[in-house]
């Protein structure tokens, strides 16, 4: 398999100190309490704040590596209740082709595992629109960005997830488009949260 041969080629290291062995080290960012994220019809729950060797984590699961996706998904998996419906927020398919993979579902997919959750690929952007290096103003006013491609989630609980909340905006868009399929939509979890004055 592919996925075994690059692993082999290039063994997970950690993307804050370069260590061998895990895309993000417990020496770099150790265990903490999460941190909950109050959005206008969602809470968020987050790993920490997007800065230091998770940012670092972050940027390198955004660049295309898989062993980043594998060490923040696991960490997301404390977060995960028993048998939740996961949500990934979609890639653009430019991204996609980018990196190989969907980083959103890599994540979710990775934090299902212990909870024995289910990932369901739900949404798909509209268009092929990126919200990165747009201003807080620009990203505020994105709608409408998402389709529901799935008719069975009517009366479903779903959890979103997500790689970074900045403004909001995506996740609360994720969410209005899955609540027109029929789901109720209340939590999400991420990796990070940007500081109030971050980008």
């Known amino acids: ?4 041969l690059i692993d082999a080629l290039f063994p ?3 993307a804050g100190c370069g260590r061998i062995g895990d895309g993000l080290c417990v020496r770099c960012v150790p265990p903490r309490p999460p941190i909950d994220v109050r959005l206008p019809t969602l809470c968020v729950t987050v790993l920490g704040v997007y800065d230091g060797a998770l940012r670092s984590a972050v940027l390198a699961l955004k660049a295309g590596r898989r ?3 594998a060490s923040l998904g696991g960490r997301l998996e404390a977060l995960v209740p028993a048998g939740a419906l996961l949500v990934p927020v979609p890639t653009t398919r430019t991204r996609r082709r980018m990196r190989g993979f969907d980083g959103g579902v890599l994540l979710a997919r ?3 595992r ?3 959750a289910q990932v369901l690929e739900a949404l798909v952007h509209a268009v092929d629109d990126m919200q990165r290096g747009r201003g807080r103003r620009e990203r505020l006013a994105a709608r409408g960005r998402f389709l529901c491609r799935t008719e069975a989630l009517s009366g479903a609980h779903v959890l979103l997830v997500d790689d970074v909340v900045t403004t909001g905006a995506t996740l609360e868009d994720c969410a209005a488009t899955l609540r027109r399929a029929g789901a109720i939509v209340e939590r999400a979890v991420a990796v990070a949260a940007a500081r109030p004055d971050g980008p």
Not at 1 to 4: F, G, Q, R, S
Request: glycine share 0%; aromatic share 6%.
């Open 1 to 4: 398999m592919l996925a075994n």
């Open 12 to 14: 997970a290291a950690c």
């Open 67 to 69: 062993d980043a996706a």
């Open 110 to 112: 990775f934090a299902a």
């Open 114 to 116: 212990s909870a024995r």
